[in-house]
């Protein structure tokens, strides 16, 4: 157990909607990632937040978006779902984003697929 | 883009057999971290390794790291069932760029 709670855990959603997907992250962190993991391949990064400021963006459009609140969860929005947005959907804790080599703890992932 | 590389794609072992796993990278890394799937599951982070160190172990985890060759290995000594799972190699510092991942499985 890692500390790192997501909900919910299966999600089905008709194409051109939108989803929210939430994160609770581990005690004393600060700090949270999310990845977008597709069937075969490795996790890609979407975006990191620091105190409720992104910190960093990978390469997704504009409808994937984030929140994060002051007690440090976030939430990842996805407007105009695509049928190429069903994945599993990670959230990746850690210590503090702004120092190097800390470790990074996930949760167990929301699985999204779009019909 | 993917960072690290793991080779090979899937490995198939006996239990009580030792799996070796290796990953390459393409840019200076600060550190480099394992970590295992089961089945679509979330990662369980396995070992971090920083670019100043060159071997670490945990339990039955030995990683190495040769940052002139841009390449680390995992090395999982008398393998168990339970070690079946999907391997990740990822590089920070802070943002972390998976590879594609081996898929290990150990037979009983």
């Known amino acids: 157990e890692t500390g790192v709670t997501q909900s919910p855990t299966h999600l089905i959603k008709t194409r051109g909607q939108q989803v929210t997907l939430r994160c609770s992250s581990q005690?004393?962190?600060?700090?949270v990632s999310w990845y977008q993991q597709a069937l075969g391949q490795g996790p890609q990064f979407i975006f990191q937040y620091y105190r409720e400021e992104e910190n960093g963006r990978g390469n997704f459009p504009p409808r994937f978006s984030g929140l994060q609140f002051p007690n440090y969860s976030s939430e990842l929005n996805v407007n105009a779902l695509e049928l190429d947005d069903s994945a599993l959907y990670l959230c990746a804790s850690s210590l503090d984003g702004q120092r190097e080599n800390t470790e990074a703890f996930f949760g167990q992932g929301t699985r999204l697929t779009v019909v | 883009s993917q960072q690290g590389e793991e080779d090979p794609q899937a490995l198939s072992i006996q239990e009580g057999e030792n799996a070796t796993m290796n990953c390459s990278y393409k840019t200076s890394i600060n550190n480099l971290q394992w970590y295992r799937q089961n089945s679509g599951r979330g990662l369980v982070h396995l070992i971090l390794?920083?670019?100043?160190?060159r071997e670490k172990h945990s339990g039955r985890l030995r990683v190495t790291l040769d940052t002139s060759k841009k390449s680390s290995s995992l090395l999982i000594t008398a393998s168990r069932a339970a070690d079946t799972a999907s391997y990740f190699c990822?590089?920070?510092?802070?943002?972390?760029?998976f590879g594609s991942g081996t898929q290990l499985t150990v037979l009983p």
């Open positions: 005690s004393g962190h600060n700090t």
């Open positions: 390794i920083r670019s100043n160190e």
């Open positions: 990822a590089t920070g510092p802070r943002q972390l760029t």
